[in-house]
């Protein structure tokens, strides 16, 4: 039986994540939102690093003291306009860092000391973005920052603990067709953002969910470390 973690889990790529991770055999899947609408959610919000160490220790619970996947897909995606007024743009920068990054990162930190613990390594899967290399639009400097903050920390728990049988991965997701998605192209004039994509289309969130089924299952460990694109060709690195 694999025990899974995944944030997120209640809307969009993490709502499809869970669908194909339940739908395995042998997989326990425990899913986080901020609020828990079901008993496959627990609730955690990661605006508070507390309820962040919190859902570790539930989910641990939950799952009989063992984890062997962690996937970080929770994540806003909040403007914050230069112009705002000093003290705004500081908490909005914080706000971002501390759910898009810290989150993920003390869950990070809490599953690679599991891992070295149990000596039977684990798998990392963390959802950051294509801004991460590409950037974002002007009142996203905070979300781009903090997801390329994601792939740097991700390839340096990849190299660190490769010896501990600790796999990690990247996702670099372009346009995904979720509501925040949504929000986004129609804040950008809809269509019109299409013709940046080859592929004609925004990914399905279902297409990043058969990446991460992948990287928690499948991706041979000599891929530890990768960051793997999926936007349609937008952004070709
Ligand atoms: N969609 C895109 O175009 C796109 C592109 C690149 C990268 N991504 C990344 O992919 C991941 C998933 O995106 P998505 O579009 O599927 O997101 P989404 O549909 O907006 O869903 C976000 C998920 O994160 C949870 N969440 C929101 N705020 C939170 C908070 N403060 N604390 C804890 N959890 C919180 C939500 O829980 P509730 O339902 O309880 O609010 C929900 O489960 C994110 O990391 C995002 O940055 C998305």
Redesign the pocket.
């Known amino acids: 039986m694999t025990h899974i973690l995944l ?9 499809a994540a869970l669908a194909a991770l339940s739908a395995l055999p042998d997989v326990a899947v425990v899913g ?4 828990a ?1 079901d008993d496959a959610l627990l609730a ?4 508070d690093p507390d309820a962040v160490d919190r859902l570790w220790a539930q989910a641990l619970d939950r799952l009989d003291g063992r984890v062997d996947v962690l996937v ?6 909040e403007a914050n306009p230069i112009d705002a007024d000093d003290e705004a743009w500081r908490d909005g920068w914080a706000r971002t860092m501390q ?2 990054l810290t ?1 993920a990162a003390q869950l990070s930190r809490h599953a690679v000391r599991h891992w070295q613990q149990r000596e039977q390594g684990g798998r990392l899967v963390n ?5 991460a290399y590409r950037g974002d639009s002007p009142a996203h400097w905070h ?1 781009a920052a903090a ?1 390329a903050g994601m792939v740097a920390m991700t390839k340096t728990i990849a190299r660190g603990y490769a010896r501990d049988g600790i796999l990690a991965f990247t996702i ?10 949504d929000d ?1 192209l129609a804040s950008r004039g809809g269509d019109k953002l299409l013709a940046d994509i080859p592929l004609g289309r ?2 399905q ?1 279902e297409e ?1 969910a058969t990446m991460i089924r992948f990287l928690a299952f499948d991706a041979p460990a000599s891929m530890t470390g990768a960051v793997l694109d999926i936007n349609g060709a937008s952004y070709v690195r």
């Open positions: 944030t997120g889990a209640s809307r969009g790529i993490g709502a986080q939102a901020t609020v609408r955690a919000d990661f605006a970080n897909n929770a994540g806003v995606f759910v898009n989150a959802v950051a973005s294509r801004a979300y997801k670099c997701p372009g346009f995904t067709m979720t509501g925040m998605a986004y925004v990914a969130p990043v």
